[in-house]
């Protein structure tokens, strides 16, 4: 991965532990990034894209890179909307907060908090608290069902 040694990145951290092996919520690594469950399951199935590359923004990508990283995302995404079967799958690339390129891959559903509205509209105290974590067989499932598709697919 680019840059990761000198960068002080919330991403890149995360990387770096998929790499140590010590990355609970890892499920696979393509070209151009890592796929990974989010920490947070309020949104069922809400899934991340990392970049491998330490940029801000998408066009700051070279050509190639970008390419591929569009091309392993819309696979990543369709992977996840048929492993979860939402009724709509949001894509997110903000970088506000963490800067790092990385794809928010979030099922919605009939039954969603505020569905008319972004998740960030939900409060963070409930979006992100301790009872939306995945119990470990429960990871551990999602993990190898998203797996299945995205050996189906790339």
């Known amino acids: 991965m680019k840059d990761l040694e000198n ?7 995360r990387i770096g532990l998929i790499i140590k092996g010590k990355n609970k919520y890892f499920v ?12 947070f399951q309020f949104y069922f199935g809400y899934t991340l ?5 330490h940029v801000n923004e998408l066009h700051k ?18 992977a996840v909307y048929k492993t979860f079967k939402p009724k709509k799958l949001n894509y997110g690339l903000m970088g506000n907060t963490d800067t790092h ?5 979030i099922p919605r559903y009939e039954n969603d908090l505020q569905p008319e509205t972004a998740i960030w509209a939900v409060d ?5 608290n301790k009872m939306s974590r995945p119990k470990e067989d429960q990871l551990k499932k999602m993990k190898e069902r998203l797996l299945v598709e995205l050996n189906k697919l790339i």
């Open 61 to 78: 990508l070279s050509k190639r890179e970008r390419y591929i990283f569009l091309k392993e995302m819309a696979k990543v995404a369709e």
């Open 124 to 128: 963070k105290k409930i979006r992100c």
């Open 49 to 53: 894209f990392l970049s491998k590359t």
């Open 101 to 105: 390129i990385h794809w928010h891959l």
């Open 7 to 13: 960068r002080n990145c919330l991403v890149c951290d």
């Open 28 to 39: 696979k690594e393509l070209v151009s990034g890592y796929v990974v469950l989010c920490d």
